[in-house]
């Protein structure tokens, strides 16, 4: 390749992340990785120092800046928006801190209707400006497609009402089984949420949308069925249609695919429990599925993750219409290089295979 040629081809846009989503072929597998943009980046730490990651998301360039990072340093094949699943929750009127290595706390979870009725419709365009206007800047400096994101009602709720990160959910259950009316309540206003602001988001540029949903792993599928389900359908089907690929992802879906697959999205985030044949055999054909290398191989020796992410590519690669990622979010002691080499794995082996 001349120069001239690498200059050209490093401004072409490079769109294998979505065809992906939409199950056409690929030249290779395309991958990404959950919290690309975080504290295992030194530049990401400094940046800390000054700002908190409230203030990051409150200051578009910075935002943008942060969001660039791993694009820069990794050569994945998608960017994901530098925010957190608490940002509209915030928006909505609920005083939320997010305490670094710890999670998002609430001063007043919610308990009552009272609590419910007294969250606030957003309207991404007045309450979340900076976060679109990150959007836009991002548009305009990326060759590769940009992921939107919100998290899920369950999710979002759990912090709601629990006050902060939870082991068993207790109190979000107790309001699920005991108090009907205030949990039906309250996923359907955030159910409306999550619609308004995706919409916002891609209007505003976002070429993708994933829904974590990352604690309903918690739920009986049954349960799942029964205090969910209604919620997230009338989510996806409105959100159908809006010209983005939505990924739907959570921790621990197991024994949850089966019902997964009658929702009406494009792609399945998968952990690294499941391995992802068995995953194709709980949901069919007719979605692409993302993941799922247990991200703890990520502290092994370079050779070890090799191993471990192509025993997760074989089994991936067997069908159209699959994304390389992490089960779950890299942690904040893995070496940058490790992702580095990572990528490069996974895009030279891809490409060999096919
Ligand atoms: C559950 C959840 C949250 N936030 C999010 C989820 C769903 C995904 C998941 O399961 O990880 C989503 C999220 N949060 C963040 C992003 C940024 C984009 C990216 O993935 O690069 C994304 C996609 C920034 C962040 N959000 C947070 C950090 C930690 C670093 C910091 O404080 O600077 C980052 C980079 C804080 C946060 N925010 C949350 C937790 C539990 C924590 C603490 C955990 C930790 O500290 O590692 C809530």
Redesign the pocket.
Known sequence: MSKNDEVVNRMAFNDTFLRACRRQPVDYTPVWY??????YQPEYRKI?EKYS?MEICEIPEVCAEVTLLPIQQLNVDAA???????IPVKAMGVDVD?K?????VIANPIQHTSDVEKLRDIDPEGDLPKTLETIRILRRELNVPLIG?A?APF?LASYMIEGG?SKNYHKTKQMMYAAPDVWNALMDKLGRMIVTYMKGQVAAGAQAIQV?D?WIGSLSPIDYRQYVWPTMRRIFEELRGIGAPVIYFG?NTGELLSVWKELPIDVIGVDWRVPLDAARNRVGFDFALQGNLDPAVLMAPQQVVEQKAKEVLDLGMQQAGYIFNLG??VF?EVKVETLQRLTEFVHSYSSSVR
């Open positions: 959950m919290r690309q943009a975080g504290r800390r990651l994901i928006l530098f925010s957190d699943i608490m997010i670094g290595g710890y999670g998002p994101f998290g999710t990160p974590f990352s921790i779950h979010g904040p």
